[in-house]
C-alpha cells in the first residue's frame, strides 16, 4: 500500500513529520486497483506556511512511501455511514436569506437549470470539494487526530421521499454555515482556493469543481424542504449545526448533536419529483454526471467504481483508445482515425477525439444539423454537456465522436450553457485548427485511408468550407482537406489542391475543373474537347462528387489562383479560327440562332474552337445555376427556369447540324427551328442545366418524327 506524507523542510534541516491521510491507490504501480484512488496530490511540492511553534515550516513536499498496515481501508469496502442519529437541539433562530428577494432564489432554484436532475451534479460536486477541501487542509496540519476516509455517500428512501447525501469533507461552522448557504451566489470554493493562494499554497485548478455558489439552491428544484446536519473537522470539539429551508426568503439554524464531521444534506423531495428516491434513476445520473469523481461515491451502501479519465492519461495504450470509443457509438467497430490532444496555452484543454469506423452522411439523422457532436464536454471531469455544440466544435465536425475537457471554459451559473466570449472562440478555432491539421497529416501519412475517409465524410468537409466563407483564412485551411480525381491522374488517385498547384503549368493563374457524375463523362465532355485545341493542355480537376462544383465555384480563389470551371473558360484559338473577328457568315449564324432562340438565350457566340458537339453553354457560374435549378427553381416553368439562366450559347460553326440550321431557314423554316432548340437542349444537358425532361423529351421525339417523314 502507498501512504501520502508531507516532508517539512524547515532552515536548520529536514525533519520528517508524516501525517497520515487516507491511503492512495497505488496507481503508479498497478493499474489493477485504479478505480478505488480516492486521493490525488496536489503537486510534486506545495508551499505553505504552518503553526509550528519551534521552528517555521519553510516548504512541504507530499511523498508516497511503501508500508504495510494492518488497518482495513475501509474505502474499498461497501458500506453505509449514514443514519438517522442526528438530531437537532436547542432554540430555532429564523434567519432571512442577506441581501436577496424571494424571487431572487425561486429564479435559482427553478428557471436557472434546464433540466431537474442536474441537482444531483451539483451537490455531488459540492461534497466532493468539500472532500478535497479536507484533504488540502489536512496536508497544511501537524496532528496525531485520525480521520475517517475522504467519501461521499447517498441513500434513497422511497418510503418517506427522501434523498440524503451525506460526505466526510472539510465540514461547515455555524458562520460558515450562515456564509455559504445563507447567501445566495456566495461560494464558499472560490474563498476557500483564494485563502490558500495567500499562505502561498498552490491548488491544482481542476481539484474543486464549484466556483459560483449557487449549486446547492438546485435542490429545491425537486425538494420541497431541505436540511443540513454540518459540522467541521477542526476544532475536534466544534458543535454540529443544523440548517433548514423550504426555499422561502428564509431558513431557520439550531445546534445538532450526534454530527459526524462533514456534512449531510436531507432532500424532502415534491410529489412530482419522488423518482429521484428510486435507486436506479440516482445510479444513471451519479454515472451520467459523476463518473470520474477521484472522491468514492457509495450509493445505499455500494460502493461506485471510480473511472480514471483516459484523456488524463499520459499515453493510453491503442486498446484502451478503441474500448473508450466501443463505449462511445455502442458497438464493437474500431475508429477511423484517432486524434489524442492536449495544451495549456492558449487555453488548458485535454481531448480525445475520434473518426468513426461507420459511414455517416450528411443528412443522416445520427448527424442532424445544429445538433453538436457527438463529443462529450467536461470541466474538472464533470460532465456539463453530452453533446458539445457548435460554440465548441464547428458544425461540419458533429459526425466526430469523444470527449473535451477543460477548466477554462466560461460556463454560465448554471454551469450547463456556454457563455459567449473571446476566450470561447479562441477555444473553437483551436480545435477547428488542430483537427484541420490532423486531417491533412492523415492525407499526407495515410493517402488510401484518407480517400476512403473523404468518400464517406467528404460532404462534411465541403461543408464546412462552405459555411465558413467570411472566414477566409480558415476557409483556405479547409480547402487543404479538399481531393478530387485530376486528368493528369490515373483513374482511382486523387489530387489535393496544393498538389494540382506544384503541378501547373509556368505563367498559369487558374486552377481548372469540371463537373460531371462520372470520370468517364467528364473526359468525354465538350469542354475538354476545348481544351484539347488550346495551346497549352492545362490540368483538370473532375469534380464527381455531390457539391464538388458548388465548393469550388464558391470559393473563387486559392492562395492567389483563380478556381475556374471549365465550363466557363475561353481559351485562345490555337487549332481553329481565329476570334479577333466575326466573319460575315458567322453573323448570319448568330442572327438566325438569336432569331430562333429569343426566348430561350440570352447570349450568342460562335466558338473560337472545333469540338465535336454542336454547341456548349458558357454560362459563368454553371455549378450555382445547377443547384439553383434543382432546388429553388425545381417547381418553376421551364420559362422561368430560362430566363434565371440568361443561358449563353457558344456554337460550332463547323458542325454539320449547325450548318443545317442555316441553310434550312428559307426551305424549311419549322425544321430549323426545331434544329436550333434541339442544340439548345443538347448543350444544356451536356452542362448538367436539365430544365424539364418531359418537354426535353416531347421536343425529341417530333423532331425524330419530322426527320423520319424526310428520308
Known amino acids: 500500500m502507498l501512504l501520502r506524507t508531507v516532508r517539512c523542510v524547515r532552515a536548520s534541516g529536514p525533519r520528517l513529520a508524516k501525517l497520515r491521510t487516507a491511503p492512495r491507490c497505488a496507481r503508479h504501480a498497478s493499474t489493477a486497483k485504479a478505480s478505488s484512488c480516492a486521493m490525488q496530490p496536489i503537486s510534486s511540492n506545495c508551499r505553505f506556511l504552518s503553526s509550528d511553534a519551534n521552528q517555521d515550516v519553510k516548504e512541504a513536499e507530499v511523498v508516497d512511501e511503501d508500508v504495510t498496515s494492518s488497518q482495513p481501508d475501509d474505502s474499498d469496502q461497501s458500506h453505509s455511514i449514514i443514519t438517522d442519529s442526528e438530531t437537532h437541539t436547542g432554540p430555532e433562530e429564523k434567519r432571512p436569506f442577506v441581501a436577496e428577494t424571494k424571487r431572487l432564489l425561486q429564479i435559482v432554484a427553478q428557471s436557472l437549470y434546464s433540466d431537474s436532475e442536474v441537482f444531483l451534479r451539483e451537490l455531488l460536486s459540492n461534497s466532493c470539494d468539500a472532500c478535497e477541501k479536507r484533504r488540502i487542509f489536512t496536508l497544511t496540519q501537524r496532528s496525531d487526530q485520525q480521520f475517517a476516509p475522504l467519501e461521499i455517500h447517498v441513500k434513497t428512501d422511497d418510503v418517506r421521499g427522501q434523498l440524503i447525501i ?70 475536534v470539539d466544534a458543535p454540529g449545526v443544523y440548517w433548514s429551508s423550504e426555499g422561502a426568503d428564509s431558513y431557520v439554524l439550531q445546534e445538532a448533536a450526534n454530527v459526524t464531521p462533514g456534512t449531510k444534506i436531507v432532500l424532502h423531495l415534491k410529489d412530482d419529483c419522488l423518482k429521484y428516491a428510486q435507486e436506479n434513476a440516482v445510479m444513471e ?23 480514471d479519465p483516459i484523456w488524463t492519461r499520459e499515453n493510453p495504450t491503442e486498446a484502451e483508445l478503441t474500448s473508450f470509443y466501443q463505449s462511445i457509438v455502442r458497438g464493437g467497430t474500431e475508429p477511423r482515425f484517432t486524434l489524442k490532444y492536449k495544451t495549456d496555452v492558449p487555453v488548458n484543454m485535454r481531448c480525445i477525439l475520434f473518426v468513426p469506423g461507420e459511414s455517416y452522411n450528411l443528412f443522416s439523422t445520427l448527424t442532424p444539423k445544429d445538433s453538436g457532436a457527438d463529443v462529450s464536454l467536461y470541466s474538472r471531469k464533470v460532465l456539463i454537456q453530452p453533446r458539445v455544440d457548435t460554440k465548441i466544435l464547428p458544425d461540419w465536425m458533429r459526425f466526430l465522436k469523444g470527449v473535451i475537457d477543460s477548466e477554462d471554459i466560461p460556463l454560465n451559473l448554471s454551469r450547463e450553457i456556454l457563455q459567449n466570449s473571446d476566450l470561447l472562440a479562441k477555444i473553437k478555432r483551436t480545435l477547428s485548427a488542430r483537427v484541420t491539421k490532423f486531417l491533412l497529416d492523415q492525407y499526407k501519412k495515410r493517402p488510401e485511408a484518407y480517400s476512403y475517409f473523404y468518400r464517406d465524410y467528404g460532404d462534411f468537409i465541403r461543408e464546412g468550407v462552405l459555411t465558413c ?64 485545341q488550346n495551346e497549352v493542355q492545362y490540368e483538370v480537376l473532375f469534380a464527381l462528387q455531390n457539391f464538388d462544383d458548388i465548393t469550388l465555384g464558391q470559393c473563387a480563389e486559392y492562395k492567389g489562383n483563380r478556381i475556374t470551371s471549365l465550363e466557363s473558360a475561353k481559351f485562345g484559338a490555337a487549332k481553329g479560327r481565329a476570334a479577333a473577328e466575326i466573319s460575315d457568315s458567322d453573323k448570319e449564324l448568330i442572327s438566325q440562332f438569336k432569331s430562333l432562340l429569343s426566348e430561350q438565350v ?28 434543382n432546388t429553388t427553381l425545381a417547381s418553376k416553368s421551364e420559362e422561368d427556369k430560362l430566363k434565371f439562366l440568361q443561358v449563353e450559347l457558344e456554337v460550332n460553326a463547323a458542325h454539320p447540324v449547325v450548318k443545317k440550321v442555316l441553310s434550312l431557314k428559307d426551305s424549311d423554316p419549322d425544321l430549323s427551328a426545331a434544329l436550333a432548340r434541339q442544340i439548345l437542349d443538347n448543350a444544356l444537358v451536356a452542362a448538367g442545366l436539365t430544365t424539364d425532361s418531359r418537354l426535353l423529351m416531347n421536343r425529341l421525339d417530333s423532331l425524330l418524327t419530322r426527320v423520319a417523314h424526310k428520308l
Open 166 to 235: 451525506q460526505d466526510t469533507g472539510i465540514g461547515m461552522t455555524r458562520e460558515e454555515l450562515v456564509e455559504n448557504l445563507g447567501t445566495i451566489a456566495q461560494s464558499g470554493s472560490k474563498a476557500f482556493i483564494e485563502r490558500m493562494e495567500k499562505q502561498s499554497m498552490s491548488v491544482a485548478k481542476d481539484a474543486i469543481i464549484g466556483q459560483f455558489g449557487v449549486g446547492f439552491y438546485s435542490a429545491f428544484m425537486v425538494a420541497k424542504q431541505v436540511e443540513v446536519f454540518t459540522r467541521p473537522h477542526q476544532p
Open 285 to 307: 445520473i451519479i454515472k451520467k454526471f459523476t463518473a470520474f469523481f477521484d472522491k468514492p461515491i457509495f450509493v445505499n451502501g455500494m460502493k461506485l467504481p471510480v473511472a
Open 469 to 532: 466563407a467570411g472566414d477566409r483564412v480558415m476557409q483556405e485551411e479547409l480547402m487543404r482537406l479538399l481531393v478530387f480525381q485530376s486528368s493528369a491522374l490515373d483513374a482511382g488517385t486523387v489530387s489535393s489542391l496544393d498538389n494540382y498547384i506544384e503541378r501547373m503549368k509556368p505563367g498559369q493563374r487558374d486552377i481548372y475543373y469540371i463537373s460531371a457524375p462520372s470520370r468517364e463523362m467528364a473526359e468525354g465532355s465538350p469542354y475538354m474537347e476545348a481544351l484539347a
Open 602 to 629: 440570352a447570349e450568342v457566340k460562335v466558338s473560337p474552337v472545333d469540338f465535336k458537339a454542336p454547341a456548349v453553354i458558357r454560362n459563368f457560374d454553371v455549378s450555382m445555376s445547377r443547384y439553383i435549378l
